[in-house]
């Protein structure tokens, strides 16, 4: 009892230090008190867990003490508190002792990715957040309302206005309604996407589309060229990054419409480039980007284009873009790229038409291990992670799709399966948001699409959904959200289903002005789509969450993300910070290129 009371003494103590309200700092003793509940000896890993949310804390308290210039304090944390850290995250603490050292604390490279107490708050809180839901034993167990635990009751299951004060969890909140005559609400005005329903035989039908997805056309973004592949960062929630048939890179900010980055294509060094590729680029100039796709944190991005090149960039907020890496990385079109973490490695992985997997190091862009010929030009490219283990999932142009594992001494094994796609022909793979359920679409020779779920240990088909157009020239571009919905571009509109039923839930009209098969993108949290239209726009969908997220200040496109070396997530990907090179878009900074077999 006493080790228990102390752990929530300290993080008390913590939070209050933090600003936190009281409600916060009931909801750690919750979290605490469910270890009590489940006894020592079964919470050996999320003690672990707590151990680091504490260290996260700490982290944040140390950049706060160097800000102030309150140097006893900083070397106290540090000397007491973080020296944990030079056992098994040496780097980690060798570089805050050095900016300890300094002499120009807020000129050292490690303090200038900290950009003050709120942007740090934040970070800290999403960290803490997310090992808490990380863990085994907490996961799903902190989730509101619950009201079955002695531990607490739940406030505000009756009450329906949807945004209560509630001071406390441990007295049920009552909902006391205030009436205002005297101020009359102004009207808010809402252009709702058509939504309509086709059944054979019958004309439109007007069907409601459930609140959780995007259906209110809150802002069109205007590019110069036409837009290729998109994706939402997963940090910062009103960041798109989007790529076009130019060849161009395009970092929007959705909530003020404004595209605050943009990085046309260049070829910086001609002469690392393979002959191939020079020889490619001086009979066709034109390039294209195929795939452009935010690394799992959003420290990276990375860029697959349509001849020969790879690059991969650093973001680290507002107008920052560094070139980690480029590389030449395939002979002709690279289709597809990913990104997956294993041991702590951040790692990309590219296709294409020589009929070869390549995955690559982005920390020092290392060939770690090529795929050989397989016999077909490789399409796409999925990862996954099961357990400690790494599985890349490869589709190809004749409608084969590959597994391959992973494993501990970065070699890929043979295919572990070897599967038939429906149709055979071109297909693209996608998880739901849980990692769990995976799913594919694709068209075969004769223009039938198909879109349908998969059951990955059996190789077999779990469920066929219907109502995608069976003329298509192309492959629909699809997407899935909240772990509950599919989403696809077919037919100049955009169709919905739920995962777990064949038949189709809606479509969505957008006011018109879609291509053929608009490409498609959720944000994380699935309240935001963005759908490439006609005459190079890009259409944004919102729920109610969505809206009021585009509406809220948002720190997205203008505070740099700090957590690129500040504080733990070095540990997480090491690097030197010197080696980023600032891309100035001038070609007047030395850079490092990479070529690649």
């Known amino acids: 009892m006493d080790s228990f009371g102390g752990t929530w003494r300290f993080l008390r103590q913590k939070m209050g230090f933090l600003g936190m309200s009281t409600i916060n700092e009931e909801l750690a003793f919750l979290v605490l008190q469910f270890l009590k509940e489940q006894g020592y000896d079964e919470t ?5 867990t707590i151990s680091d949310a504490c260290l ?5 308290e140390y950049f706060e003490a160097i800000e102030n210039d309150d140097n006893d304090k900083a070397s106290g944390i540090l000397m007491n508190n973080l020296k944990v850290l030079a056992s098994h995250r040496k780097g980690l603490f060798e570089s805050m002792e050095q900016l300890f050292k300094s002499e120009k604390k807020k000129e050292h490279i490690l303090y200038s990715q900290y950009k003050g107490t709120e942007v740090g708050r934040i970070l800290m809180t999403d960290h803490v957040k997310k090992d808490i839901e990380a863990d085994s034993l907490l996961s799903g167990k902190l989730k509101f309302p619950i009201n079955q635990s002695n531990s607490w009751k739940w406030q505000h299951r009756h009450c329906i206005h949807p945004n209560p004060i509630i001071n406390t969890l441990f007295v049920d909140h009552v909902f006391q309604p205030q009436y ?15 939504s309509l329903v086709t059944y054979p035989g019958q004309s439109h039908i007007s069907v409601p589309i459930p609140d959780d997805i995007p259906k209110t056309l809150a802002r069109t973004l205007n590019e110069e060229s036409s837009p290729m592949s998109m994706d939402f960062h997963p940090v910062l929630k009103t960041v798109l990054l989007v790529g076009t048939c130019a060849g161009s890179i395009g970092l929007w900010n959705v909530s003020s419409g404004e595209k605050f980055h943009s990085i046309n294509f260049q070829v910086w060094d001609i002469g690392a480039c393979s002959t191939t590729f020079k020889e490619a680029l001086l009979e066709n ?13 959003g420290l990276f991005f990375g860029v697959a284009y349509s001849k020969h090149i790879l690059p991969v960039f650093s973001y680290s907020g507002g107008h920052e873009v560094w070139l980690k890496l480029e590389t030449d990385a395939h002979v002709g079109n690279v289709n597809d790229l990913a990104f997956t973490v294993h041991h702590r490695q951040l790692l990309v992985i590219t296709c294409r038409s020589d009929n070869k997997t390549k995955v690559w190091d982005v920390h020092d862009g290392t060939n770690v291990f090529t795929i050989g010929d397989c016999g077909a030009a490789v399409y796409s490219v999925c990862p996954c992670t099961k357990i400690a283990f790494v599985y890349i999932f490869s589709t190809f142009v004749d409608g084969k799709m590959k597994g391959w594992l992973y494993d501990n001494n970065n070699k890929f094994v043979q295919a ?15 998880y739901s948001t849980d990692g769990q359920r995976l799913f594919s679409c694709g068209a075969n020779i004769n223009g039938q ?20 157009t069976q003329n298509s020239l192309s492959v629909v571009h699809f997407d899935t959200s909240k772990n509950q919905f599919l989403a696809a571009g077919d037919n100049h509109i955009v169709k919905f289903w739920d995962m777990d039923k064949v038949e189709l839930l809606g479509t969505i009209v957008v006011e018109g002005g879609l291509p053929e098969k608009p490409r498609i993108r959720f944000n994380k949290e699935g309240t935001l789509l963005a759908i490439s239209a006609n005459e190079n726009r890009i259409k944004i969908l ?9 509406q809220t200040p948002e720190i997205g496109a203008r505070v740099p993300l700090s957590y690129i070396v500040y504080p733990l997530a070095i540990a997480a990907y090491p690097q030197n910070p010197n080696q980023l090179d600032r891309w100035s878009g001038k070609g007047d900074r030395e850079r490092r290129r990479r070529k690649r077999d």
């Open 449 to 468: 699409s198909f879109l349908v779920e998969w059951d990955e240990s059996e190789g077999t088909i779990k469920r066929t959904y219907r109502g995608l």
């Open 416 to 430: 572990v399966f070897d599967y038939d796609t429906p149709g055979l022909g071109c297909t693209k793979l996608a």
């Open 44 to 48: 050996a890993h999320t003690h672990n």
């Open 542 to 550: 919102a729920t109610d969450c969505g809206l009021q997220l585009l």
């Open 285 to 297: 100039p034109l390039i294209s980007v195929n795939c452009i796709m935010w690394s799992p944190k």
């Open 180 to 194: 205002n005559l005297s101020i009359a609400q102004p009207a808010v005005k809402k252009s709702i996407a058509t």
């Open 56 to 60: 996260w804390i700490r982290a944040q």
